[in-house]
């Protein structure tokens, strides 16, 4: 029997520790370096902190609402910022124990240390103590991630002007919160510290908040963030900030002032690639500077991948863990391509929102003929008895042949039920298949089925528009 594949990947975050897996699986001797700790940004400072002070947040608004419900809270309901951190370090600590626990069964080799290349067959790792170990490879992962972003004209202090990174282990809720950017990040932020009675303002320098989904999405969102009484700025940059004794002011393009207890920048990440010896092994930069991959997880020297974020694709821990089964598979000889046409994706604020595939403006863009449906969960009997009406679910298909294209959800649990349109769209099915699969009740779903029902207008719990319409 040949010699098991020997591959190194530098960086355990949802790109590599879930390749080191997969390697394992498939037979390789894996070596993965880390130089912070086990699940990177997602498990430690990402996805997980943000979801688990969000799901703090999400049923302090649910108390709130308790009194419709017929249950009455005697005394008052208050916050403690810093039980839900305790809470969330918790969660992190043991989903971390875990992933180490997966590669010790997997016998995953784990250095923890800065790894570089030295050309494209050894890597090199600078340990803690200083010491150094190389291991000869027969192929390299890269999967180091991005860091906050260095902007001369915000610079971060990690006390008054912060990244996400300080926001997520906040002790005590700021009086007042300027995000600088509408994004993601800066919406589920936002939705954060107002539902826990921050008095929060967003800038974004776009004309609508989270600029890359659906127009109808994100006005939505923006209408919701504002009965929470957030602020919204949109068409306007900050130009510069300055720490004072009342926090942070802002200085907008138009000459105009904001004052806020902190500030959280959220545009932007930069690639982690310095020191790494990307040059000297030929690897290649894109402009952003961004790892160049092909569609198997290549960079420009053969025997070396690169995978998650640093290959500035969709930036998302799901693409990223991906991504390195793809590269895992066309090492050991199981040639595999990257598809990023049906990639789920969920914004955890409130109300959630679920998207996959296209936008109606995107496939505009492409020049693609699209029909629509839409359908509200303030038609469905499950959103009434939960108390959840607020949203818009919308099918876009395309017009010629009826295939699903895209799908964009608002309201509860957006992002859990986008994954059946995700499969349906995987499957190529039509907006008929959808609408014609059963679907249990009373559940949220049902409105998906009625979604894609309206694209021929035939939502049975839609009024109709007009007389003679079909
Ligand atoms: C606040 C926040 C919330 C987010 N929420 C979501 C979400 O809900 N859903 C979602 O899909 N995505 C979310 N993301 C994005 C998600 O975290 C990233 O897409 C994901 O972590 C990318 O994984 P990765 O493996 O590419 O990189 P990372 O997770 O960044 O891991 C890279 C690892 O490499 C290590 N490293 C870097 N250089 C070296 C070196 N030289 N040697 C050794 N190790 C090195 C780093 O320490 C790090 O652990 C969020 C991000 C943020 C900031």
């Known amino acids: 029997m040949a010699d098991p594949k020997r591959i190194a990947i530098i960086g355990a975050g949802s790109g590599g520790y879930v390749a080191a897996v997969r390697a394992a ?11 912070a700790e086990v699940g990177g940004l997602c498990l430690n400072w990402g996805c997980i902190p943000s979801k688990s002070l969000l799901a703090c947040a999400e049923l302090a608004q649910k108390i709130k609402k308790a009194g419709d419900f017929g249950i ?34 997997w016998n995953v080799e784990l250095i923890e240390g800065r790894g570089a290349l030295v050309g494209a067959t050894v890597v090199r790792v600078v340990k803690p103590d200083g010491t150094e170990t190389t291991r000869p490879v027969d192929a390299i992962i890269i999967g180091t991630g991005t860091t906050a972003p260095a902007l001369p004209n915000l610079p971060l202090d990690g006390t008054h002007i912060i990244s996400s990174r300080e926001a997520l282990d906040l002790t005590a809720v700021p009086e007042s919160l300027l995000i600088v950017g509408g994004g993601v990040e800066g919406c ?50 900050v130009n510069k900030a300055a720490i004072g004794p009342e926090g942070v002011t802002a200085t907008l393009a138009d000459g105009k002032t904001v004052t806020s207890a902190k500030m959280l920048v959220s545009i932007g990440r930069r690639f982690n690639t310095a020191g790494l010896g990307l040059e000297e092994a030929g690897i290649q930069l894109g402009r952003r500077g961004e790892i160049l991959v092909n569609e198997r997880m290549e960079t420009t020297q053969p025997g070396v991948y690169a995978i998650g974020d640093v ?11 991906a991504q390195g089964k793809v590269a895992v ?35 505009a863009q492409r ?24 949203g818009l679910m919308k099918v876009v298909t395309e017009a010629k042949t009826g295939r699903i294209v895209g799908v964009h959800l608002v309201g509860a649990h957006a992002a859990d039920l986008i994954h059946e349109a995700a499969v349906a769209m995987r499957m190529g099915a039509t907006a008929e298949t959808l609408a014609g699969t059963i679907h249990a009740h009373p559940t949220m779903p049902e409105g998906l089925m009625e979604a894609a029902e309206d694209v021929e207008g035939m939502a049975i719990h839609l009024a109709r528009r007009k007389v003679g319409a079909p």
């Open 25 to 35: 699986q498939l037979g390789a001797q894996v070596t993965l370096i880390e130089s």
């Open 311 to 321: 290959t500035g694709k969709a930036m998302l821990a799901h693409v990223a863990s």
């Open 329 to 363: 598979r066309n090492i050991l000889g199981h040639p595999t391509t990257m598809a990023y046409d049906v990639i789920p994706a969920g914004i955890f604020t409130f109300p959630e929102i679920g998207r996959v595939g296209l936008t109606e403006q995107e496939a």
């Open 72 to 105: 009455t809270i005697s005394g008052a309901v208050t916050y403690d910022l810093a039980g839900m951190v305790e809470r969330k370090n918790r969660i992190v600590a043991g989903l971390v124990k875990g992933v180490r626990t997966l590669l010790r069964t």
């Open 188 to 237: 589920e932020f936002a939705s954060l510290f107002s539902a826990l009675g921050s008095k929060v303002t967003i800038v974004e320098m776009l004309p609508r908040l989270l600029p890359a989904e659906d127009e109808e999405v994100s006005a939505l969102l923006a209408a919701e963030l504002k009965k929470q009484n957030v602020t919204i700025l949109t068409n306007i940059q």
């Open 367 to 390: 020049g693609m003929e699209v029909k629509v449906g839409k359908f509200r969960p303030i038609g469905l009997g499950k959103a009434h008895a939960s108390g959840e009406t607020t």
